[in-house]
């Protein structure tokens, strides 16, 4: 069956870093591309950064361009997220997702079970 598990989230005081790990398991993923989510409380999910596994067509939203590296290493099925300099408005629910070639991010095909990173001022 197959799975994204998601670690590594935590309480970090602003300007701090915290690195989001995902683990994705069950299946090939070789054909996927794998992604960051995050829900803020009253907040609609989005997207924050995806890549390939090959470390192509990489996306980050603005709001943390320069701040946030995502990285993946196809040999252990594991895909991060490192960030650096964390504000308070980075605290919500951060998800593992991966969506097919030529599917959308509308409607990723998988989803971790999140993990929280609490950001304090």
């Known amino acids: 069956q197959a799975q994204l598990t998601e670690s590594g989230g935590g309480l970090v005081q602003a300007g701090g870093s915290l690195r989001l790990s995902c683990a994705a398991s069950g299946r090939t993923f070789s054909s996927y591309v794998m992604g960051w989510f995050r829900q803020a409380p009253g907040k609609e999910r989005e997207l924050v950064s995806a890549t390939t596994w090959a470390g192509r067509s990489i996306y980050y939203v603005d709001s943390v361009k320069g701040r946030f590296t995502i990285s993946g290493d196809n040999a252990k099925n594991m895909v991060y997220l490192q960030m650096n300099s964390l504000k308070p408005e980075d605290t919500a629910v951060y998800y593992c997702?991966?969506?097919?070639?030529?599917?959308?991010?509308?409607?990723?095909?998988?989803w971790g079970q999140g993990t929280l990173v609490t950001v304090s001022s």
């Open positions: 997702a991966a969506v097919k070639y030529g599917h959308t991010w509308a409607n990723p095909d998988y």
